[in-house]
């Protein structure tokens, strides 16, 4: 796949890059190992304000940021918006929380025969990451300021259609302050990931992408014996009962079926729906999806832009033909309109039958799948019945059932009456086929760290944990 931008509003293609020769490749990888070697030296205070310089430029730099992601990916100017206002948040939140997640914590000296016993986190060294391109600033950030507030240096490998965007952020961290080298982005096609990750400087690796990437990744880290975190893949359940408010399901679905032009790893992607309730909800919802807007994505009107890749709308579009023919029923939708850009209609498809692809298969495009049940019980089969277990969504004003889906749904994270999403402080990451580790959150920041168990005997200075120098 070239290294380019290509508009996918219009399919023209606005500017290439040559791929990095391996001489550039291993001259970077050096960078990163030697800025590894300053930047773990350097105190929190310092990181911290470095984080939070790069928060001021993306704060004060939105709209043009947001400008460039529409133009390679396609997302609404509006959620490009949101987008570079929720990387900011987390640069503050990590800058703010880091020295509270990196503290020593106590153990009982006592039990263990010691004089002194604590755990510390430490740094491991350079860390790639292999990033995708629908939340191409989003997914990149939820790795890179906890780890660089750790002390990691980080080489990105970004997906090859938003080649702007990645250099937008080794060039964001370097003007923020951090040293030369501590953020890289690598111009390189997936062929060179094998390179990079088997390079003993290379330490660890986080992917966020498809079952395939995420296998490929962990066969070379297991060879290398290298830690690995994977998010892939998701085919989200949203569940409704019959207590559910059904007019906010409906508006809420419509957003979670279609945010980010349905090409979110956590949308909800599979709506399962009680038998009581069902009819009413389908119109509720068929409804509200044909009301939403396709077209030029920096047009403030647009709700829906096109999708990132002609590839893309094709493999959706060829997913609800194989339903229709299969018998299933569309609602809405399911036709590609005539005229330039890779845009698809929202679509609503119901009588779906497990012999159709829609059934198994992760859709990565606006169109949603309508499941009707019977019981509570049958609601969870169908919603575990799947390989993924990243996000879920449960509907329902019983008590008694929200307690019962927040333990069994087999996902990651599970909404109740609301819509999956990410947020810095909560732990984010999935089950099964979704992958492993976690983003985000206290546990995102140590998954790249040494968790270093510290004993100490007799004749120890009395100095308590914690009096390290950051």
Same mark, same amino acid.
């Given at each position: 796949?070239?290294?380019?931008?290509?508009?996918?509003?219009?399919?023209?293609?606005?500017?290439?890059?040559?791929?990095?020769?391996?001489?550039?490749?291993? &001259?970077?990888?050096? $960078? @990163?190992?030697? @800025?590894y070697?300053?930047?773990?030296?350097?105190?929190?205070?310092?990181?911290?304000?470095?984080?939070?310089?790069?928060?001021?430029?993306?704060e004060?730099?939105?709209?043009?940021?947001?400008?460039l992601m529409?133009?390679?990916?396609?997302?609404?100017?509006?959620?490009?918006?949101?987008?570079?206002t929720?990387?900011?948040?987390?640069?503050?939140?990590?800058?703010?929380?880091?020295?509270? /997640?990196?503290?020593?914590?106590?153990?009982d000296?006592?039990?263990?025969?010691?004089?002194?016993?604590?755990?510390?986190?430490?740094?491991?060294?350079?860390?790639?990451?292999?990033?995708p391109?629908? /939340?191409?600033?989003?997914?990149?950030?939820?790795?890179?300021?906890?780890?660089?507030?750790?002390?990691n240096?980080?080489?990105?490998?970004?997906?090859?259609?938003?080649?702007?965007?990645?250099?937008?952020?080794?060039?964001? /961290?370097?003007?923020?302050?951090f =040293?030369?080298?501590?953020?890289?982005?690598?111009?390189?096609?997936?062929?060179?990931?094998?390179?990079?990750?088997?390079?003993?400087?290379?330490?660890?690796?986080t992917?966020?992408?498809?079952?395939?990437?995420? $296998?490929?990744?962990?066969?070379?880290?297991?060879?290398?014996?290298?830690?690995?975190?994977?998010?892939?893949?998701?085919?989200? =359940?949203?569940?409704?009962?019959?207590?559910?408010?059904?007019?906010?399901?409906?508006?809420?679905?419509?957003?979670?079926?279609?945010?980010?032009?349905?090409?979110s790893?956590?949308?909800?992607?599979? /709506?399962?729906?009680?038998?009581?309730?069902?009819?009413?909800?389908?119109?509720?919802? &068929?409804?509200?999806?044909?009301?939403?807007?396709?077209?030029?994505?920096?047009?403030?009107?647009?709700d829906?832009?096109?999708?990132?890749?002609?590839?893309?709308?094709?493999?959706?579009?060829?997913?609800?033909?194989?339903?229709?023919?299969?018998g299933?029923?569309?609602?809405c939708?399911?036709?590609?309109?005539?005229?330039?850009?890779?845009f698809?209609?929202p679509?609503?498809?119901?009588?779906?039958?497990?012999?159709?692809?829609?059934?198994?298969?992760?859709?990565?495009?606006?169109?949603?799948?309508?499941? $009707?049940?019977?019981?509570?019980?049958?609601?969870?089969?169908?919603?575990n019945?799947?390989?993924?277990?990243?996000?879920s969504?449960?509907?329902?004003?019983?008590?008694?059932?929200?307690?019962?889906? &927040?333990?069994?749904?087999? @996902?990651?994270?599970?909404?109740?009456?609301?819509?999956?999403?990410?947020? =810095?402080?909560?732990?984010?990451?999935?089950?099964k086929?979704?992958?492993?580790?976690?983003?985000?959150?206290?546990?995102?920041? $140590?998954e790249?760290?040494?968790?270093?168990?510290?004993?100490?005997?007799?004749?120890?200075?009395?100095?308590?944990?914690?009096?390290? &120098?950051?």
């Amino acid at each position: 796949m070239p290294i380019a931008t290509t508009n996918p509003a219009t399919g023209q293609v606005l500017k290439s890059y040559d791929p990095m020769s391996a001489e550039q490749i291993d &001259a970077a990888i050096e $960078r @990163a190992d030697l @800025a590894y070697r300053q930047l773990r030296g350097t105190t929190i205070p310092q990181r911290e304000r470095w984080l939070t310089a790069a928060a001021d430029l993306l704060e004060a730099e939105r709209d043009e940021t947001a400008r460039l992601m529409t133009t390679e990916m396609g997302k609404t100017y509006a959620a490009a918006k949101a987008e570079v206002t929720k990387c900011a948040t987390a640069c503050r939140f990590y800058a703010a929380k880091a020295a509270e /997640f990196l503290a020593d914590e106590p153990a009982d000296a006592t039990a263990v025969k010691a004089t002194r016993a604590f755990v510390r986190y430490q740094p491991i060294g350079p860390v790639l990451a292999v990033m995708p391109w629908n /939340f191409p600033l989003w997914q990149v950030m939820r790795f890179a300021a906890p780890a660089l507030m750790a002390g990691n240096t980080g080489l990105l490998k970004h997906a090859s259609n938003v080649p702007q965007t990645a250099l937008l952020l080794e060039d964001l /961290f370097r003007r923020a302050g951090f =040293p030369e080298g501590a953020f890289t982005t690598l111009l390189v096609g997936s062929a060179e990931v094998d390179r990079v990750l088997s390079d003993p400087r290379v330490r660890a690796a986080t992917l966020t992408g498809s079952e395939g990437a995420g $296998r490929s990744i962990a066969q070379i880290a297991g060879r290398e014996l290298k830690k690995t975190v994977l998010e892939l893949g998701g085919s989200d =359940p949203f569940v409704v009962m019959p207590s559910a408010d059904l007019d906010r399901a409906a508006e809420v679905a419509t957003t979670a079926r279609c945010q980010n032009n349905g090409q979110s790893c956590i949308a909800a992607k599979r /709506f399962i729906v009680h038998a009581d309730v069902f009819d009413a909800f389908a119109e509720k919802f &068929a409804a509200h999806m044909s009301a939403l807007r396709v077209g030029d994505p920096m047009d403030p009107d647009t709700d829906v832009g096109p999708l990132a890749s002609e590839g893309g709308r094709d493999e959706i579009h060829a997913q609800v033909r194989d339903a229709v023919d299969r018998g299933a029923t569309v609602l809405c939708g399911g036709e590609p309109p005539a005229g330039p850009g890779w845009f698809y209609p929202p679509t609503v498809v119901t009588d779906l039958r497990p012999e159709m692809r829609m059934w198994s298969e992760e859709v990565f495009g606006p169109v949603a799948g309508l499941y $009707r049940v019977s019981s509570y019980d049958e609601a969870i089969e169908v919603a575990n019945g799947t390989s993924f277990g990243l996000g879920s969504n449960a509907w329902t004003r019983d008590p008694e059932e929200q307690e019962r889906f &927040a333990t069994d749904l087999d @996902a990651g994270n599970v909404f109740v009456n609301g819509m999956t999403t990410s947020y =810095p402080e909560l732990p984010f990451g999935g089950v099964k086929n979704s992958g492993y580790g976690r983003e985000l959150s206290a546990l995102g920041m $140590r998954e790249f760290c040494n968790t270093k168990t510290v004993w100490v005997g007799e004749g120890a200075a009395t100095a308590g944990a914690g009096a390290h &120098a950051e």
